[in-house]
Every structure is written in structure tokens, then in C-alpha cells.
């Protein structure tokens, strides 16, 4: 196709992320990434899941919050995650979402970069992969939100998890107590008007 040269315009391509022999596709759940080339071009969102072995990835966009997959060369990142924030979670408790001891309630000891230090109450500590274990609301320590459906198991599994407090014992309806009868002989049968106009310091034959 042949164009008058004023009508050409020479533009620089963005800087999508590459696969490198070190350190292969520099990119991970959390990440903050812009998606540069194909039918997603200029959604913006969240890394949520990584298939290296497919060279895909997926994305949460931020302004609609639904998932996108799109070819890892085909994004650019804009900011790495940010794993210090979930040191604020150290000696707290967090949930196991998947390996030998999924579904366990743990307290979180130490972070690194892809692994974390947690034990299940009563148990020695053990190390963890960050993905497979998640916040009390349920972001993954990879930074990671967990998608739809993980979601909707993993607060079936804070609910089985969940000790529930001892059934209170119901309290009886207390006993019905028959009422007593004045006895004919009673000194309220006595009682006239009059003897409210009695003098009360004088004797009467109604005392």
C-alpha cells in the first residue's frame, strides 16, 4: 500500500513484557499491568493468574472488575505488587486454600518472596507456598483476589471451619401457683364504711 509520506507517522512500540533467559516472563499475581496490543487494547486491571507454560495471563480489569486473558507479550506492565503490605498480617491468623493441609485456619510467621512460614494450631511450622495461602478476606498472599468461584469455596470453608459456640439450655416457664382464698373468718369481711369514721384512739366493738 503506497501513502504520501506526510501521512506517515512513525510511532514507538510500548515495552511489553519479554521472556528472558534470567528471569523468563517477569510478571506475577498482584502485578499491576495495561494491555498494549490485540482486541483488549488499553484495559487496565490486576494480574490474577499467570499459565507460563500457555504464555497467558489474566487480568482483572479496574474499571469493570471481570476477568480478561490476553498473551503475556501482549501487556506491559506498570507497577510490581507490592508484597510488603501483607507483612501487616504476620501473627495473624490466615487460611490454607490449597496443599497437603487445605481447608486448616494457621498463623502466619514469616514472608518471602514466594514462600511463607505458618502453623496450624496445636502443629509445628511448616512452609507454604504465598498462593496457596490467603487472607481472612480472601486475597491470596501473592496478591492474588481469589476469582468467583474459589471465593464462593473459600467462605464455605471459613463457615465449616467456624467453631460454633455450645446450644444454651431453654430456660423452663416458671410453675403456676394457685391463688389462695380469704378465709370467711377474715377481719376484711368485717370491714363496713363506717368504721373508717371510727376514731382510731377510741376501742370499738369492730376492733
Known amino acids: 500500500l503506497r501513502v504520501q509520506a506526510v501521512m506517515v507517522e512513525r ?46 495471563l489474566t487480568l482483572e480489569t479496574e474499571r469493570d472488575h ?23 498480617f504476620l501473627n495473624k491468623e490466615v487460611f490454607i486454600i490449597g496443599g497437603e493441609k487445605k481447608g486448616f485456619r ?27 495461602v490467603a487472607t481472612t478476606y480472601g486475597c491470596r498472599l501473592n496478591g492474588a483476589m481469589l476469582e468467583w468461584q474459589d471465593f464462593a469455596s ?10 460454633a459456640p455450645p446450644p444454651r439450655s431453654i430456660t423452663p416457664p416458671p410453675e403456676r401457683i394457685a391463688p389462695v382464698e380469704a378465709s ?13 369514721a371510727a376514731d382510731p384512739w377510741v376501742v370499738n366493738p369492730s376492733d
Open 11 to 56: 510511532t514507538r512500540l510500548p515495552a511489553t513484557i519479554k521472556f528472558t533467559k534470567e528471569r523468563g516472563y517477569d510478571v506475577r499475581p498482584g502485578d499491576f499491568v495495561t494491555v498494549a496490543r490485540g482486541p483488549e487494547f488499553r484495559t487496565k486491571g490486576v494480574v490474577t493468574a499467570v499459565d507460563f507454560i500457555k504464555a497467558q
Open 106 to 132: 494457621a498463623t502466619l510467621y514469616a514472608l518471602s518472596p514466594d514462600d511463607c512460614v505458618v502453623a496450624v494450631h496445636g502443629l509445628p511450622r511448616m512452609s507454604a507456598k504465598r498462593y496457596n
Open 154 to 163: 473459600f467462605c464455605e470453608m471459613r463457615r465449616k471451619s467456624h467453631i
Open 184 to 196: 370467711p373468718s377474715s377481719s376484711w369481711t368485717s370491714w363496713t364504711p363506717e368504721a373508717l
Open 66 to 88: 471481570y476477568s480478561v486473558t490476553v498473551p503475556i507479550r501482549f501487556v506491559m506492565k506498570t507497577r510490581n505488587v507490592d508484597l510488603d503490605d501483607f507483612k501487616k
